[in-house]
């Protein structure tokens, strides 16, 4: 019955397509932003900001929206993938991502494990990011305990026919870009790769380090492929493909990592209705490395050769006119995610002895309503959603490599359940320049496949999965005003407060020596961790950001407070009452750019990450750190500039993670940038 779902939500869209005959602008977008969203909190990232980023990093850029963060400080240079879920508002994590990301519609989180693939995303590429704070997504789709992170892929005009960058930078760094944005009939069509590759830096820090350390060195590469095309009526047909190809080293011996994946979605828009439908495959190598106590030596622990994973899906929506001051939105959504880890483990003199494979396959089918009204100085908005999910086809088998002898052969049973939400909220406007908002919002997001039946090793430590974890469900209300006192202003003040039930995080329950169900062997100065549904996470905070345009300058400035606490109980009460792991309490940013009209221009930033605990524990302390960024960039000739960018430049040490024996990793040190931009 679920292979019917995308067909389903196809039909949902197709009967209002019949009627419609306003013609429409080709624009390569999905429906406009809905009048309901006035009443919540939106952060918006525009196209000049995405091109000066001093890394070219999505994941750098975001740092500007206070409250944004990785589960690591470090970025997808020198991080492992599975470190990189994105999360909003300290709720804390476990890798997956609470925050749920979309690209032109289509979610981007990784099938199997929930993470995010960032060396895909390069921002060069988008027109638009729309970061919306708060949980409970509604015509969304599940999975935003956080908020939603909206990429919107750049379009002709944005990219302006043929363009390319190409730069050198420390380590023997290489970053590239080329795009090409052209009118095909009454459509167009744009193709983008990008190119990066270094020798890297050595993560552990100086006076930590061995003979076993060395540089993290990387390669990424992506590609992207769109086409739009009027099909007549107001009808727009856009077909979108991307790939990428990432390949790191987290800097010992036996740690290489490397990712692939490609997507390809087709969606119609109407005036009033959109369908959309997506598949993804993505397949992911690790291997694991433990050192020994002096540094000197590394010895692999673990090898998951292959872990193969595929997601599909589809979603679509009807916006019926009910007239000037009411929109209605209907629609639905379906996807799917199956994949398996398969793994080498108990490793005697360099080799694998013992085989695992250990996966999945995850449904969640939903439908949505949600309404708002708008009448003078007001804008009310309510919604709910109702999902059906299901887990099934788990499994886990391990056996001897040498024999074959089996030594588990486990079938989990499937489950199933229905996760009603919604969200509601008002705006009030007593002045043309002052709005007030308030929200409150359910949401809830299902464990990933990772999370349910992989274990991994970061350094001596191991965490094994849990077959048996439940949902996660968010409630939350916030409460915000939004001034805007000049052309070009905006201030905002927002304060909230959330309750996670049942969070999925990495749960201590043992120190190495000793050999631990679900990964075996953990060395001295290891922990023993299990994934494990907590009985609540909650924070309470505030958030204020600000933006002002002057002529040729622009200013912008964000700051984050939260206080974030766990409620545990059972293995998991050591934790009642401490810090969710990696949430930093205090995060803040600030950037002043200048662009000329003749093209060119310059920008710096700040960024400040507060303290935070490594561990759940709160044991470990990772410190407050401050970085700068700048970027210039100057025409030397018709469609020619120089540019120059500088990372981290003052080289402070931000700290990514402490390992269980207390070696600390650090994030991108000093770096710097020089090259050209070609094109218009």
Known sequence: MRSAAPFLLLALAAGPACAQSDEIVVTGRGLGEAPGEAVFDVVTVDRARLQESASNRLEDVLRDVPGFQLFRRSDARSANPTSQGATLRALGGNASSRALLVLDGVPQTDPFGGWVS?????????????VVRGGGSGANGPGALAGT????????????????????????SVDGFAAAGVPLGAGFVTATASYARGDGFIPVVEEDRGAADRPSPYEQASGSLRAVAPLGGGVELQANGLVFADRRERGTAFSAIRSDGADASVRLVGPRWSALAYVQTRDFYTSFASVDAARTVASRVSEQYNVPSTGTGARAEWRPSLGPSVSLRLGGDWRGTEGETRE?????????????????????????????????????????????????????????????????????????????????????????????????????????LNELYRPFRAGADATAANAALAPERLKGVEAG????????????????????????????????????PGVGFVAAGGEYRQRQNLDAIEARGIELDGRVTRGAFTFAAGWSWVHARVEASGAAAPLDGLRPAQTPKVTGSA???????????????????????????????????VTFDASVSWPVAKGVSVEARAENIADARVEAGISGDGVVERATPRTFWLGLRLGA
């Not at 390069?122 to 638009?128: F, H, N, V």
């Not at 003749?598 to 407050?624: F, H, I, P």
Request: aromatic share 10%; glycine share 14%.
């Open 344 to 448: 080498f483990y108990s490793f005697v003199a360099g080799q694998g002895t013992r085989i695992r494979a250990a996966g999945g396959r995850t449904d969640t089918l939903g439908g949505f309503a949600e309404a708002s009204w708008e009448g003078g100085p007001f804008t009310l908005t309510a919604g709910g959603r109702i999902d059906s999910w299901r887990i099934s086809d788990g499994h886990l088998n391990e056996h001897v490599r040498a024999s074959g002898a089996v030594l588990t052969d486990a079938d989990f049973a499937d489950r199933s359940g229905w996760e009603p939400t919604g969200r509601a909220g008002i705006a009030f406007r007593p002045a043309s320049a002052l709005t007030l908002r308030g929200a409150a919002y359910l949401g809830w997001r299902l464990p990933t």
């Open 591 to 625: 950037s002043l750019s200048w662009r000329r009209a003749e093209g060119g221009g310059a920008s710096v930033a700040a960024r400040y990450v507060g303290s935070q605990y490594e561990d759940d524990l709160n044991e470990q302390l990772l410190a407050d750190a």
């Open 481 to 516: 005003a939004e001034w805007r006192p000049l052309p070009g202003a905006r201030l905002s003040a927002t304060v909230f407060a959330n309750r996670l039930d049942s969070a999925i995080a990495n749960v201590t329950l043992g120190h190495g020596p000793g050999t631990f």
């Open 118 to 130: 960032w060396p895909a995303y390069d921002p060069r590429r988008l027109g638009l990011v729309r």
């Open 149 to 172: 992170i909206e990429l919107e892929s750049a379009g002709p005009r944005e990219l302006r026919g043929v363009s390319g960058e190409v730069a050198y930078g420390s380590r023997d």
